[in-house]
């Protein structure tokens, strides 16, 4: 790894725990309409640095991510509108704008945490099969911390008041054909940036949901 590339990485490592830690005080203290409305910006950030420090710098890299965000758009489609996949629910207004429903920066939410749980799982295993699960086990054990959180935050909200197994079965088996495909593809990117993009992710959705305020 270059300085420069060194530089860069831990720059961004920092910029992701400051917004992270920064939402998490601002929220703390009474902030929460301020700080999740900007929800947007901080996915257009974690989109930035994805970009410049995974990074994406191939086509392959670029064509996988944009698949991924295309697909994942279309199976939140027609979870919104059709209950399928996920189950019955509907989007609130801090995941920014919608197309039918969806907000488009549900199919980048989609992408970094494919790519980030897809480097950490290469990261730890050899085989083949035990990446492509636990690279689809991380997203849907990070999921079950964001549910609590997420009708609380206007992302979104289940219209049985609370997140169904099927919407856990379908994170899995969505998940699961993204990293069978990424692992596939032999997709390499920066295990330091990931780690610490899916832990903070991470540490933020554990805080919130045993901190009810």
């Known amino acids: 790894m270059t300085e420069q590339r060194k530089f860069l990485t831990y720059f961004s490592i920092f910029l992701i725990w400051l917004f992270n830690l920064s939402a998490i005080a601002g929220i703390y203290i009474g902030q929460?309409?301020?700080?999740?409305s900007k929800t947007p910006l901080n996915m257009m950030l974690i989109l930035g640095l994805t970009l410049l420090v995974f990074p994406i710098?191939?086509?392959?890299?670029?064509?996988?991510?944009?698949?991924i965000g295309i697909?994942?758009?279309f199976a939140e489609w027609l979870g919104v509108n059709y209950g399928l996949i996920f189950g019955d629910y509907h989007y609130g207004?801090?995941?920014?704008?919608?197309?039918?429903?969806?907000?488009?920066?549900?199919?980048?939410?989609?992408?970094?945490?494919t790519f980030a749980t897809g480097a950490i799982a290469s990261s730890w295993l050899k085989p083949y099969w035990a990446r492509v699960f636990s690279g689809?086990?991380?997203?849907?054990?990070?999921?079950?911390?964001?549910?609590?959180?997420?009708?609380?935050?206007?992302?979104w909200y289940w219209e049985v008041g609370y997140a169904p197994l099927q919407n856990f079965v379908g994170w899995f088996a969505l998940a699961f054909v993204f990293h069978t495909i990424y692992q596939a593809l032999k997709i390499k990117g920066s295990s330091l940036f990931s780690h610490h993009l899916y832990i903070s992710q991470l540490v933020f959705f554990i805080f919130f949901y045993f901190w009810k305020g």
Not at 32 to 36: A, E, I, L, R
Not at 136 to 155: G, N, Q, T
Request: no cysteine; glycine share 8%.
């Open 136 to 155: 689809a086990f991380l997203m849907v054990f990070l999921d079950f911390f964001l549910e609590e959180s997420a009708p609380r935050f206007d992302f």
């Open 57 to 67: 710098d191939s086509f392959k890299k670029a064509l996988l991510f944009l698949g």
């Open 93 to 113: 207004a801090n995941f920014g704008p919608k197309i039918d429903g969806v907000p488009y920066l549900i199919g980048v939410n989609w992408g970094f945490l």
């Open 32 to 36: 929460q309409s301020w700080f999740m």
């Open 71 to 73: 697909a994942s758009i």
